[in-house]
């Protein structure tokens, strides 16, 4: 049985020297708990804030209230000042912030039950991801962590060493 993508994502870490912090937000820590499942997994992860309110988001990890207001929470936008943030708070390498819609509430006009953004920041690198889940509440945080985690193990792939 192969790795599974939290291992796989420590092992490229290990690999390159390189560190991560979390920005989490509708996931409420779950990225987090699977990359600390893995032993050793305290040589390459400084740590993560699960911002869940915007007041957090803002105070903890530098959202500016402009992005929160004209944009909102789960918003591209939002999701790649998390991550900036986190980034800085930490004094990481990279970053990745999720934030995102996981229900069964909080739809809005445009932004329905499932959706979620990912954001990864590094030095030389920004990449978003947008997706929009079909399942209940704990079906969409498992699917949000798990796009997270191999939205940084395709950059990891790619990372100069």
């Given at each position: ?107 809005a006009?445009?932004?329905?039950v ?40 395709r ?7």
């Open positions: 049985m192969g790795k599974n993508l939290e291992e796989q994502v420590g092992d490229l870490l290990v690999q390159k020297g390189l560190t991560l912090a979390l920005a989490e937000s509708c996931t409420g820590g779950l990225v987090g708990h699977r990359l600390t499942n893995v032993p050793g997994s305290s040589r390459y992860f400084m740590g993560g804030v699960i911002a869940y309110d915007n007041g957090a988001k803002a105070r903890v990890l530098g959202v500016s209230s402009s992005t929160l207001y004209k944009h909102g929470a789960v918003s591209a936008e939002t999701a790649r000042e998390m991550a900036q943030g986190a980034r800085r708070l930490f004094g990481t390498d990279i970053a990745v912030s999720v934030t995102g819609i996981a229900g069964p509430g909080g739809s006009p445009g932004k329905p499932g959706l979620t953004y990912i954001h990864l920041s590094a030095h030389e690198a920004e990449w978003s991801e947008r997706h929009i889940w079909q399942g209940d509440r704990e079906a969409n945080k498992a699917q949000s962590a798990e796009a997270a985690l191999d939205l940084l193990r950059y990891l792939e790619r990372a100069p060493t």
